[in-house]
């Protein structure tokens, strides 16, 4: 009752929210006592998680933040929550995203944008809580719930979680399962959660985690105990300072703050080596070619025949033209155009194809540099959270930019998690960034426990 009344408490001045399910909470919350007095209390027994509307919850309206799919109630539940429901979580509401969770500010959702809870010292401007999992983490920085989930294509957990002073963590592709979640680019979808502390996520990342059959990509190997990794500490360990991650531009206090990050493990035990990444300038490019040419081919099933919306037309082709035409915003027309080009039969070879050249070298440099580093530790994000409106406007590239270092990590499919590192000169968040080789969530959890 409490998560339901501070949520709706809040709606009005964040907007995080797609809906919020008061009947569906206590619900769920009773079920929780039942088998709570039976003695089958769950790792995650009563604790209220928030969903972004990317998810598939049972007879729960599912977005995506697109008016392309208002009213589609799913008739499955995603494999995620389902785990969550099955370690005694509550589901109590759908948090607000980008649409087809395409962008970096939450400015696209078709809900209008969400106003995260921190301002700048002295300010009353609203700022973005970043993208595309912006409601989830405005819902928890707010305090409304215990954690919430996101999904990470290029940077939508550990972005916002940056910007609103939370831990962010996306596993190794294929540990979290993305069965009943709304697809953008499926070979760089990261199902992951927001928690408050880093043990807070290692246990979410743990519940959330497993084999599922349903999945063609889901891992089918054990899931490693992160919680106890958190308190492991880094003793030994080799922690890797990409000299390309210095970019130019970037706030000097992102700097100093990397560098205080650097110190404090070096003083906890970790050496320090600086080590080079050549193809990080690539990561970028090769994103932005990868993840639209995947979407427009994940979104050619909404037609008006199958699912939510459908806007009728003179005959079939004017019903999907006016369809997709009405139901999709200007973000995801703008993926569909880039990604039906690249993939057009005389540009293939000259974009697709070069970019999936450039996904292998960068994967690969990323291998060369865990033969001699355990971690990478880099800053979350170029900069802190930016005012609504400021940037939305402008030209999409000046967006695009601010995943320049989270996109390698999900075209490596390797784990990489963001931990709140300080607050910058205005009193914003800052996170830090720490990324591990396939499989190796314990090192990411043990490196970002000790810089908590
Ligand atoms: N900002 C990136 C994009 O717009 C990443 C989004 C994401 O991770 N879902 O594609």
């Not at 953008?184 to 290692?202: C, I, M």
């Amino acid at each position: 009752d409490a998560t339901v009344k501070a949520a709706e408490a809040a709606q009005g001045a964040l907007n995080c929210f797609t809906s919020i399910d008061g009947d569906k909470a206590k619900e769920m919350a009773q079920a929780s006592d039942a088998r709570r007095a039976k003695g089958e209390a769950g790792a995650l027994d009563g604790a209220p998680i928030a969903i972004k509307d990317l998810f598939g919850v049972y007879g729960v309206e599912t977005t995506a933040s697109s008016n392309i799919l208002k009213g589609f109630k799913p008739r499955y539940e995603s494999t995620v929550s389902q785990n969550l429901w099955d370690a005694g979580a509550v589901f109590f509401g759908k948090t607000s995203m980008d649409e087809f969770a395409m962008g970096s500010s939450n400015e696209t959702a078709a809900t209008g944008p969400v106003v995260n809870p921190w301002r700048a010292k002295g300010s009353t401007e609203n700022l973005v809580p970043g993208g595309s999992s912006g409601g989830s983490a405005a819902a928890l920085a707010a305090g409304i719930s215990y954690g919430a989930t996101g999904t990470d294509t290029g940077g939508s957990i550990r972005q916002p979680a940056a910007f609103t002073g939370l831990v962010g963590a996306k596993p190794t592709y294929g540990r979290c399962s993305r069965w009943g979640v709304v697809a953008f680019a499926s070979s760089l979808d990261h199902p992951g959660p927001f928690g408050k502390t880093v043990k807070d996520t290692a246990l979410l990342t743990q519940v959330m985690s497993g084999h599922d059959p349903k999945d063609s990509t889901s891992y089918p190997g054990a899931v490693p105990d992160m919680v106890s990794a958190v308190s492991r500490g880094v003793k030994g360990l080799k922690i890797g300072i990409p000299k390309e991650y210095r970019v130019d531009g970037m706030p000097s206090d992102i700097d100093t703050l990397w560098e205080k990050g650097a110190q404090w493990l070096k003083e906890q035990g970790a050496e320090i080596v600086e080590i080079s990444l050549p193809m990080t300038k690539y990561a970028l490019p090769a994103y932005y070619i990868i993840a639209p040419a995947e979407a427009s081919s994940n979104l050619a099933r909404y037609d008006g025949m199958r699912y939510g919306q459908r806007v009728e037309g003179d005959d079939l082709t004017d019903t999907y033209e006016k369809t997709r035409g009405q139901g999709f915003g200007d973000e995801v027309q703008r993926r569909i155009l880039i990604g039906t080009y690249v993939l057009s039969a005389g540009y293939y070879d000259a974009y697709y194809l070069k970019a999936l050249k450039v996904r292998r070298k960068i994967l690969e440099d990323f291998n060369t540099a865990f033969e001699g580093v355990d971690a990478i530790l880099t800053p979350t994000t170029p900069s802190a959270a930016f005012g609504i409106g400021s940037k939305a406007d402008a030209d999409p590239i000046e967006m695009y930019l601010n995943d320049i270092f989270t996109v390698t990590a999900n075209i490596a499919g390797i784990p990489a998690m963001s931990v709140p590192a300080g607050l910058d000169k205005n009193g914003l968040p800052l996170g830090l960034q720490v990324i591990t080789k396939a499989l190796d969530e314990e090192t990411m959890f043990a490196v970002g426990g000790a810089l908590e």
